[in-house]
């Protein structure tokens, strides 16, 4: 024990002082890149284009900076290609290169996917999957390299690698012969060198995987009458504060032909064709004037899908258990869990409202979800989703929920977005098994990610059905898994350890799971797990953190929606 302890020990000592020597190099690097930026804009203003690239101003230690990130190879491949050459600091060469890779990766994934629908074969395949994300990746990094803060900047580089983990779980669906492991090496390669450019980002320009706490971490910054964070618009405010029969929408879907459609995937075709995004971007809010679908009430029986180039689209119906969309694609049927989605919006300023979105396959059929969202900045408020197993994917970006009912039995909320949910019913329902019932699965996969789930001011009770199944409030998915419950009420249905392992000992030290000033019989802390990841009892400080003004800079784009939040604690 006594050698051991000692050998650890000084391996944490080397350690240390390698990162600091680390650290050093690159606050000299970013010294000299700033040094060097300001240099050649003197010299081009005084008439002088000489130009040299960053590397050659700086003398940069490739090695050093590597050391610091989590894929060495990858960003020393980075950092010493021709290419970094041409770009004005280390991170815009990595922006750029991952770009690179994500193209060349797009088009392979493309002619697989193209090659198998020309078969009519079905249902949709995980290659599908990934030409889409890979796409949307590359648009995505785009967005980053031209951000105009570091938080935009971490969120889309945060989604861009969260495509690359859900492409490589399709990918598990798609036989070897198809060209699945060509695409599958690909995407874990870009992953790294996106995974580089986050750590970069973080290191260089202040990128942060969780925000400062405000000044006054226990105010509400926004008055009780205001509804969303502040980006939704005045405009938006007023729709989500109107009833349905109170607007003029952009379509009107029915069922009984007094509407403009019959499908709500017709009117988001017709309302969007002449304001699709263009390709190569995928920032919120850029080029599209809100366009709204009122849904009448009825059961519409189709799968909905809002692409990343339809922005800022709202649907809207009469209220939950009135407007009702179901779907009924699952794991059981061949289907990727990414495929699965009964609604799937990954346009940018994704509203619902008033609508019930279901999954009916049923609880024997394993992963099957009802709403997938991934469009930055989306809001869910007076819906209703249900499902079993994998409802609710909240995928990626910056999302808000309020006022909804989700309910499920194995993982029903997942994803890896940066998402408050609050003022929510979450309700547990039986799982046909016996198994146990595991509200959330987080999939953070990097440490400099800025995402995670926080549930926040909701009541968690069971569904009628649940019986004695012992309820979880989440298991690590990816090893940085990162949930915290606020200010919530959990009935006893709530398991005491109040969190359970994955596989083992996968995550548990690297997790970070949090409780603060919940209330209930399930919100006893005593009987909890002793994980290291786990936070029992979170600080004033450490919950401000996970607000919605802290954790998603709601006040910035969700106030003027006209749906009702707290900013803060």
Not at 92 to 107: E, G, K
Not at 337 to 350: D, I, K, L, Q
């Amino acid at each position: 024990m006594g050698m051991h302890g000692g050998t650890s020990w000084r391996r944490r000592t080397q350690e240390a002082v390698a990162v600091v020597l680390a650290l050093a190099t690159l606050g000299a690097v970013a010294a000299a890149v700033e040094q060097h930026q300001h240099e050649t804009t003197s010299k081009v203003a005084g008439g002088n284009a000489a130009d040299v690239s960053w590397t050659e101003a700086s003398g940069v230690n490739v090695t050093a900076i590597c050391s610091s990130t989590p894929y060495p190879g990858a960003c020393r491949m980075v950092l010493s290609s021709s290419a970094s050459r041409t770009a004005k600091d280390p991170f815009a060469a990595s922006v750029q290169f991952a770009m690179a890779r994500a193209a060349s990766a797009r088009v392979l994934a493309r002619n697989l996917s193209s090659s198998r629908r020309s078969r009519a074969v079905l249902p949709p395949s995980g290659m599908d999957d990934c030409a889409e994300l890979l796409d949307i990746s590359h648009g995505q990094l785009g967005d980053a390299l031209a951000a105009g803060s570091a938080h935009d900047a971490t969120t889309w580089l945060s989604a861009a690698l969260t495509n690359q983990g859900t492409c490589a779980d399709s990918l598990d669906a798609v036989p070897a012969s198809s060209g699945r492991e060509g695409v599958r090496q690909r995407v874990g390669a870009l992953a790294e060198f996106i995974g580089t450019a986050l750590a970069l980002h973080a290191i260089l320009k202040g990128g942060s995987a969780t925000p400062p706490p405000s000044a006054t971490p226990t105010q509400s910054s926004t008055p009780s009458n205001r509804a969303f964070p502040s980006w939704v618009s005045d405009h938006d405010r007023k729709l989500l504060e109107s009833a349905a029969g109170g607007m003029t929408p952009d379509a009107v879907v029915a069922l009984d032909g007094s509407g403009t459609h019959r499908s709500i995937g017709e009117a988001i075709a017709a309302v969007t064709a002449a304001a699709m995004a263009p390709v190569g971007s995928s920032k919120a809010g850029v080029g599209a004037a809100r366009k709204v679908i009122y849904v009448k009430a009825g059961r519409y029986e189709e799968t909905v899908r809002i692409s990343r180039r339809q922005r800022n689209v709202m649907l809207m119906g009469d209220g939950k258990g009135k407007t009702v969309i179901v779907g009924h694609r699952s794991a059981a049927d061949g289907y990727t869990t990414y495929a699965s989605a009964t609604v799937a919006a990954m346009g940018s300023g994704f509203i619902a409202k008033g609508l019930t979105i279901i999954n009916d396959a049923g609880p024997r059929k394993g992963q099957a979800v009802a709403l997938r969202v991934g469009g930055d900045l989306s809001v869910v408020y007076q819906c209703d989703i249900e499902a079993y197993q994998d409802t609710l994917h909240t995928h990626s970006n910056r999302q808000f929920y309020t006022e909804d009912i989700i309910s499920g039995t194995v993982d029903f909320i997942f994803g890896n977005s940066a998402v408050v949910i609050q003022n929510c019913d979450i309700r547990p329902r039986k799982h046909p098994f016996g198994q146990k019932d595991m509200i959330t699965a987080q999939g953070r996969t990097d440490r400099n990610q800025n995402t995670g789930i926080s549930i926040h001011k909701c009541r968690i009770a069971a569904a009628s059905d649940l019986g004695d199944t012992k309820v979880y409030l989440g298991r690590p998915w990816k090893k940085y898994s990162r949930t915290v419950v606020m200010e919530s009420s959990l009935d006893r249905s709530i398991a005491a350890a109040g969190w359970l392992e994955w596989s083992g000992q996968f995550a548990l030290n690297t997790l970070y799971y949090g409780e603060y000033g919940n209330t209930g019989p399930g919100a006893g802390t005593s009987g909890r797990v002793k994980w290291a990841g786990v936070h029992t009892s979170l600080s004033t400080v450490d919950a401000t953190r996970f607000t919605v003004r802290d954790f998603i800079l709601g006040d910035s784009w969700l106030g003027d929606t006209g749906v009702s939040y707290t900013s803060g604690l």
